[in-house]
Each structure stands twice: as C-alpha cells, then as structure tokens.
C-alpha cells in the first residue's frame, strides 16, 4: 500500500507465479548472466549481481513482451491515480465523445477516460525500457549504492528520458532484499510476483538491500518518454 505523497506503488500478483519461476529457471539455465553494470561500468562494491539484458535477444522475446505486458497493466493504474505524472509534463489534447473540438486534458479526464483512451496517451508518450534480469547471491549480493535512476552520462541521453522505475520480484524465499527508499524511509518488503512503480528521480534515491538465507531473483526496468522527434516532429531546418 502507498503512502500519501510518496508515489511509490506496489501492485500485487502482476505476475504470475508460474511465470516466475520460469524465468528463474531461464536465467540459471542460460549461462548468458554478466557481472551488473551500473552508469558508470561494473563496481561490484556499489552493485553486486548476474543480469541479463532481455533487449534484443530473440530467445528472450516472449519474456520481455510478458513483462512489458504485466507493466502496461499496472502503469494503467498508476497514471489514472497520479495523473499528473502524464499531464504535466506534456500539454495534452483530446476531443471528447460528442464534441466538435480539442481541449486540454485535465485531471478529472485521467479519472474518466476510457481505459482505452488512456492506454493510447500512454502508448504515444511512454516507451518502454530495456529489461533487466538481476540475481543477487544470499549474503553477498545486493545493490547498497543509494542511487536514482537519472544521470547525464550517456551521450545518447536515454537515462534522462527515464520517468518511472519499476521492478518485479519474481522470488520472495529469503530474508531482507528490500528496495530501501531514502527520503521517504520506506523499505518495500519483496513479493513474488508484486511490481514495483516510482519516479526516477533524485526524490526518490533508493538501494536494493542485500538478501540473506536465499538468493533474490528480479525483473526491472523503467518507462521513458517518447523522443522528442517523434513527440514533436522533427524541428525546422
């Protein structure tokens, strides 16, 4: 359950047990797992863990668009319930049923649209990032680095375009493993299957505590802005 103002939202049995454990399956059968990478490169004192990037690969496509599809899902209601986090940043119009033209919408929109429509808004402004497996060793692994999901780096500026982080526990039989929230002192215990949304942003700086009595086993990600070429056309020469 959130907490009033911290727009950290946990959605319960986003996915499927079985499904869950497929993928831990998959990924110890795999041997494709490297050492986690950070912005910076690999520093295991800052994450210490096996990941596999699900982008690109055709043997995990069925995965990733399995994960994408439980995402969707949840970001459907997050959006609804924090609609700002779609309208504010972009001046969206819409023509509603039985009128002749556009207007802005509002938040009482985000509370009456169709489902439908606002997938479509969500479609055409969000993009969905390149997925992550990530297995942390019991008493070793974890990712104690507080940290937030945006940095200037990379010169193609895709972490700037970073809106929402999410993450899915696919495994919860260990002790500790939290995602630990700095600023809003919160520590969301893992679920199988519970998917995690919360903004990118330095507000909400956050660590993966490590796991103890059992390896942790999850799914992350985040949900980007749409490039502004295609939000806003190519500019004028």
């Known amino acids: 359950m ?3 103002g911290d727009f950290i939202e946990v959605y319960p049995n986003a996915l499927a047990p079985a499904l869950c454990e497929q993928l831990i399956q998959r990924f110890n059968a795999s041997g494709a797992s490297h050492p986690g990478r950070i912005g910076g490169g690999v520093y295991p004192e800052l994450k210490n863990s096996r990941d596999i990037t699900l ?3 055709p043997e995990w496509a069925d995965a990733e668009q399995q994960l994408n599809s439980a995402l969707f899902a949840c ?3 997050y959006v609804r319930h924090y609609g700002f986090s779609l309208i504010a940043p972009l001046m969206l119009q819409f023509q509603p049923p039985g009128e002749t033209l556009a207007r802005r919408i509002t938040l009482d929109d985000m509370q009456s649209l169709p489902d439908e429509q606002l997938a479509t808004l ?3 402004c969000f993009r969905p990032g390149s997925i992550n497996l990530q297995h942390y060793r019991a008493g070793e692994g974890g990712y104690p680095y507080w940290h937030c999901e945006l940095y200037p ?3 193609s500026c895709e972490p700037l375009h970073r809106h ?3 993450t899915v526990y696919l495994n919860d039989d ?3 493993g939290e995602t630990e929230f700095y600023y809003q002192q919160r520590k969301i215990k893992p679920q199988k299957g519970a998917l995690l949304i919360a903004p990118t942003a330095f507000t909400h700086t956050h660590r993966g505590n490590r796991p103890e009595n059992g390896d942790k ?3 992350t990600s985040w949900v980007l802005f749409q490039r502004a070429e295609k939000l806003f056309g190519q500019p004028a020469r």
């Open 75 to 77: 970001l459907l209601r």
């Open 153 to 155: 780096k990379d010169p």
């Open 2 to 4: 959130s907490k009033p």
């Open 217 to 219: 086993y999850i799914a």
């Open 174 to 176: 260990f002790n500790h």
């Open 122 to 124: 969500i479609g055409t």
């Open 164 to 166: 929402l982080l999410w």
């Open 55 to 57: 982008q690109g690969k």
